[in-house]
């Protein structure tokens, strides 16, 4: 779809490969996935809302363009933020005018001063570029970091960053806008699915949410070959300087070498990919330093969504209105909504307890205005119907939960109320209290497999993960 419709039709968009490939490539920053300061947190009789952005990346690329050239590396004079604010396209602006000449860059840059904290800071603390500094990855601290021409926007203008340019590259083309037409009709296509309940509308959401993953693809430094075995020594002869390993395949007479590489020939459009993942973190950036301006609480950040209090949500749309003319809810691209899963259809969830241990391991008791209960759990790793299993074994005297799939929530069993002891929040309690609990991972009703180099696959009896925070 990009290709033909975007791509092509351009005739002066360029794959990139080797330096400026990997140099643009280092730029790319996922969804920030965080607590508030960094620091467990717990809620307790507030209601919470899992506020959420729709479709963010197809929301990012509605305001995005595509940069038309090739890279050019900056020159001496260049390397400043000064320099490359002032000559930067405004937001619409399509082509190259007077001094508006560079349509965008990627550089590296060195952070001097950081003028506004945050409770969810911008700045992006690679320990790969900065060993020497023991920090969490989204924190307010000085460092190295790689960032594109919105991120550096972002970070002047939320976090008042003053910082030093080190080197770079540049684009000094066109900005193709017909990526946003392309995806608000892929968006508004999905829309008409999905009312008309047609499964068609999450091969649609797929497409949606792959555009900027191919644009990024990683090198493959490495590749599988199967040959007979009577041709094994001859292969390896030729191949000797590239094989990492190899291996006889058993009960047959092939041998499976595993192979180096080379990554100079790979291309990809990362420039896109990584402008799309910037744009995205806009989007959210806007909504939380327009929150923390506020004073309003958010407890947790993962890349699409947030935990904040329900109370808060008309004030923050109301001033986000006030500062960007745009409506913050709805459910058309760049707009959020509130979206726990339901316990009973048509009826709002919200979460009336919170336990938020690490990134990507939390606990919401969600209720709504029928007083049912249920649970919202996320742990990295370890499956929800093992959470649930090792929950009512650790904890037999509370209330006992068990995993509904179907709802895609935790469900407590026999007589109770919000304010009952679940063995699911006992767990979850214990975790943010710095206990270690260990996860068998083959409890879960499915089972665990290890596939081996040589093809072969046996079934694990025990996997034993253990967390602590």
């Keep these: 779809m990009f290709e033909n419709r975007v791509y092509f039709p351009n005739g002066n968009l360029y794959d990139l490969s080797n330096k400026p490939r990997e ?98 800071p911008l700045i992006v603390c690679d320990p790969e570029l900065n060993p020497e500094l023991n920090v969490p990855r989204s924190s307010n601290t000085c460092c190295l970091m790689y960032v594109d021409h919105i991120t550096l926007q972002d970070l002047i203008k939320y976090q008042g960053v003053k910082c030093e340019v080190l080197q770079g590259y540049y684009y000094d083309g066109n900005r193709d806008m017909r990526i946003r037409d392309e995806v608000k009709k892929l968006f508004e296509l999905r829309l008409k699915y999905k009312k008309e309940e047609n499964p068609l509308q999450e091969i649609i959401k797929l497409i949606l949410n792959s555009i900027y993953g191919k644009t990024i693809l990683s090198p493959i430094e490495s590749k599988i070959t199967i040959v007979d075995d009577k041709d094994a020594i001859r292969y390896a002869i030729r191949n000797y300087n590239h094989i990492v390993k190899f291996e006889g395949l058993d009960g047959s007479d092939k041998t499976i070498f595993k192979l180096t590489k080379s990554i100079c020939r790979h291309f990809n459009f990362c420039p896109l990919g990584v402008n799309i993942l910037s744009m995205s973190k806009r989007i959210m950036n806007e909504v939380f330093c327009t929150a923390e301006d506020m004073g309003l609480y958010i407890a947790y950040q993962d890349t699409d969504s947030m935990h904040l209090y329900n109370e808060d949500i008309p004030k923050l749309a109301a001033e986000f209105k006030k500062r960007y003319g745009r409506e913050l809810i709805g459910k058309n691209l760049g707009q959020f909504h509130s979206d726990f899963a339901e316990i009973t259809k048509d009826k709002q969830s919200l979460a009336y307890k919170s336990i ?114």
Excluded at 30 to 41: A, E
Excluded at 366 to 389: P, S, W, Y
Excluded at 398 to 425: R, W
């Design 23 to 120: 140099f643009i490539s280092r730029c790319i920053q996922g969804g920030r996935c965080m607590l508030s300061d960094n620091m467990k947190q717990k809620s307790k009789k507030k209601l919470i809302a899992d506020f959420d952005a729709v479709s963010l990346y197809p929301s990012a690329i509605a305001r995005l363009y595509t940069l038309e050239g090739i890279p050019k590396v900056l020159k001496e004079e260049m390397l400043s933020t000064e320099y490359l604010m002032r000559h930067l396209f405004d937001d619409d602006q399509k082509e190259p005018v007077g001094e508006k000449f560079m349509s965008g860059f990627f550089v590296l840059i060195k952070i001097k001063e950081i003028g506004i904290p945050r409770h969810f």
């Design 356 to 469: 938020f241990c690490g990134k990507k391991t939390y606990i919401d008791l969600l209720t709504n205005d029928l007083n049912e209960v249920a649970f919202h759990c996320r742990m990295k790793g370890v499956k929800q119907d093992v959470i649930a299993l090792t929950a009512n074994e650790m904890f037999p005297e509370a209330i006992q939960c068990y995993y509904n799939e179907d709802k895609g929530l935790m469900v407590p069993q026999g007589t109770y109320d919000k304010d009952s002891e679940f063995s699911v929040m006992k767990l979850y309690k214990a975790l943010h209290d710095g206990q270690e609990i260990a996860f068998d991972l083959c409890k879960s009703c499915q089972p665990c497999f290890a596939e081996k180099f040589n093809f072969s696959i046996t079934t694990k009896t025990s996997f034993i993960r253990k967390l602590k925070f």
